[in-house]
């Protein structure tokens, strides 16, 4: 057998010396307060500091929230990505930003579930804590359901990006938003009506953007549910985790029988979210990843039924 060379270990200086050796100093003398009442506190100065602040908050906040929804999975977790704010006067040096962590934690202790209602209630009470007049909470996570395929009826779970904003204010109503990315198929007409055996698809990219009445509850429906009907109803074909052939086969052929362009994509689910009594301002969007192109295909629709005519 071959002897293995054995290299001697270094001998390293004890941590305190490493750490030394790398620019740690001993603590220096301790004159400040200790206390918190004897601190001073920057943030609650009154002063003119010149001008009003939209918004001063916390963003990127990650923590694990429950989601309930109208279809299986009807209960969910996942991680929710929050963004917390409030508008402050111009003799506000600033906020306290603490207190947002502190909500969402007392929130998260009691079980928070990302829904209208809850949301309603943690800006109005978020508003309170930070002694503002206003307040605004938003979330986004990914939202998972359900989906069957159309003859076999195998199911495997479909995600979708979804987000909520609620912003309380203590002289108008709640100001919510809502939104869902969804993912679709569609099949381009102008290649169908010109190709004698076949016709490209594509994978497309839904978005739905939709502010609702202020009164708007959790008694109303799952808004995640309407807008991705409103989405997937449109499409040429909808998406599915798990096909067989003969899932396959009435998938495409769906496709083939409802060609959409992106244009048509957006106009068509304009006009059922135009005619959903809670929705008072709609943004839809559309981007193809077209299949036989290098870009994307892109369309968009804006509108707000307060501003309609007649």
Same mark, same amino acid.
């Given at each position: 057998?071959?002897?293995?060379?054995?290299?001697?270990?270094?001998?390293?200086? /004890?941590? =305190?010396?490493?750490?030394?050796?790398? *620019?740690?100093?001993?603590?220096?003398?301790?004159?400040?307060?200790?206390?918190?009442? =004897?601190?001073?506190?920057?943030?609650?100065?009154?002063?003119?500091?010149?001008?009003?602040?939209?918004?001063?908050?916390?963003?990127?906040?990650?923590?694990?929230?429950?989601?309930?929804? *109208?279809?299986?999975?009807?209960?969910?977790?996942?991680?929710?990505?929050?963004?917390? /704010?409030?508008?402050?006067?111009?003799?506000?040096? *600033?906020?306290?930003?603490?207190?947002?962590?502190?909500? %969402?934690?007392?929130?998260?202790?009691?079980?928070?579930?990302?829904?209208?209602?809850? %949301?309603?209630?943690?800006?109005?009470?978020? #508003?309170?804590?930070?002694?503002?007049?206003?307040?605004?909470? /938003?979330?986004?996570?990914?939202?998972?359901?359900?989906?069957?395929?159309?003859?076999?009826? #195998?199911?495997?779970?479909?995600?979708?990006?979804?987000?909520?904003?609620?912003?309380?204010?203590?002289?108008?109503?709640?100001?919510?938003?809502?939104?869902?990315?969804?993912?679709?198929?569609?099949?381009?007409?102008?290649?169908?009506?010109?190709?004698?055996?076949?016709?490209?698809?594509?994978?497309?990219?839904?978005?739905?953007?939709?502010?609702?009445?202020?009164? !708007? /509850?959790?008694?109303?429906?799952?808004?995640?549910?309407?807008?991705?009907?409103? #989405?997937?109803?449109?499409?040429?074909?909808?998406?599915?985790?798990?096909?067989?052939?003969?899932?396959?086969?009435?998938?495409?052929?769906?496709?083939?029988?409802?060609?959409?362009?992106? =244009?048509?994509?957006?106009? %068509?689910?304009?006009?059922?979210?135009?005619? %959903?009594?809670?929705?008072?301002? !709609?943004?839809?969007?559309?981007?193809?990843?077209?299949?036989?192109?290098?870009?994307?295909?892109?369309?968009?629709?804006?509108?707000?039924?307060?501003?309609?005519?007649?």
């Amino acid at each position: 057998m071959h002897q293995l060379n054995t290299i001697p270990l270094k001998k390293l200086p /004890s941590k =305190e010396e490493r750490h030394k050796l790398f *620019g740690s100093v001993p603590p220096g003398e301790k004159k400040k307060p200790t206390e918190k009442n =004897e601190m001073a506190d920057l943030q609650n100065v009154k002063r003119d500091f010149l001008f009003d602040l939209d918004v001063v908050g916390v963003s990127n906040v990650k923590y694990p929230v429950r989601v309930l929804s *109208g279809q299986a999975p009807f209960e969910q977790t996942t991680v929710g990505t929050f963004t917390f /704010s409030s508008s402050i006067p111009a003799n506000s040096k *600033g906020t306290n930003m603490s207190r947002f962590m502190e909500l %969402l934690e007392q929130y998260h202790q009691g079980g928070f579930t990302v829904s209208i209602d809850e %949301l309603k209630q943690f800006a109005k009470d978020l #508003a309170v804590k930070l002694e503002q007049t206003d307040a605004t909470v /938003s979330v986004s996570f990914p939202w998972f359901y359900e989906r069957k395929a159309p003859q076999t009826y #195998a199911a495997g779970l479909n995600h979708a990006e979804a987000s909520v904003s609620v912003r309380y204010s203590k002289y108008e109503d709640y100001q919510i938003t809502v939104s869902l990315n969804v993912q679709i198929t569609t099949l381009c007409p102008c290649s169908k009506e010109i190709s004698e055996y076949s016709a490209h698809n594509q994978r497309g990219n839904v978005t739905v953007e939709t502010e609702l009445e202020p009164s !708007f /509850s959790n008694t109303d429906g799952d808004w995640k549910g309407i807008l991705l009907e409103a #989405a997937e109803s449109n499409a040429s074909a909808r998406l599915h985790p798990i096909l067989k052939r003969p899932d396959e086969k009435m998938v495409t052929e769906a496709a083939y029988e409802n060609p959409r362009f992106v =244009e048509d994509m957006v106009r %068509l689910i304009a006009a059922d979210l135009y005619e %959903l009594p809670a929705v008072m301002k !709609f943004h839809v969007a559309c981007r193809n990843e077209e299949s036989i192109h290098m870009h994307d295909a892109i369309a968009s629709v804006t509108y707000d039924k307060r501003n309609r005519q007649g």
